[in-house]
Nanobody, 113 residues
Framework: QVQLVESGGGVVQAGGSLRLSCTAS????????PGWYRQAPGQVREFVAK???????NYADSVKGRFTISRDNAKNTVYLQMNSLKPEDTAVYYC???????WGQGTQVTVSS
């Protein structure tokens, strides 16, 4: 059974940083394409960042230059380093793998102005 567990969310002031972690069991991130998504209250879930098995990255325009996705194969963990946070980054952040389609439980990020 595939499981994804996120951690690292919290409350931070605008301009601050947080690092989210997503640890997998039942699959290997080294041969998958993990991604981060977020959902703000009353909004649809949106794409944030993705890391291919080959190491290429994709980011939503809203986070380019501020967020970085990375992977530690030894720990089977994917990270999302978030810098220069803005109040509009406030959301529940979810880790995802496309196959088998799996979501984590989410971790809350709140950025105060």
């Amino acid at each position: 059974q595939v499981q994804l567990v996120e951690s690292g969310g919290g409350v931070v002031q605008a301009g601050g940083s947080l690092r989210l972690s997503c640890t997998a069991s039942g699959i290997s991130f080294s041969i998958n394409a993990p991604g981060w998504y977020r959902q703000a209250p009353g909004q649809v879930r949106e794409f944030v960042a993705k890391l291919s098995s080959g190491g290429s990255t994709n980011y939503a325009d809203s986070v380019k230059g501020r967020f970085t996705i990375s992977r530690d194969n030894a720990k089977n963990t994917v990270y999302l380093q978030m810098n220069s946070l803005k109040p509009e980054d406030t959301a529940v952040y979810y880790c995802n793998v496309p196959w088998p389609p799996t979501w984590g439980q989410g971790t809350q990020v709140t950025v105060s102005s």
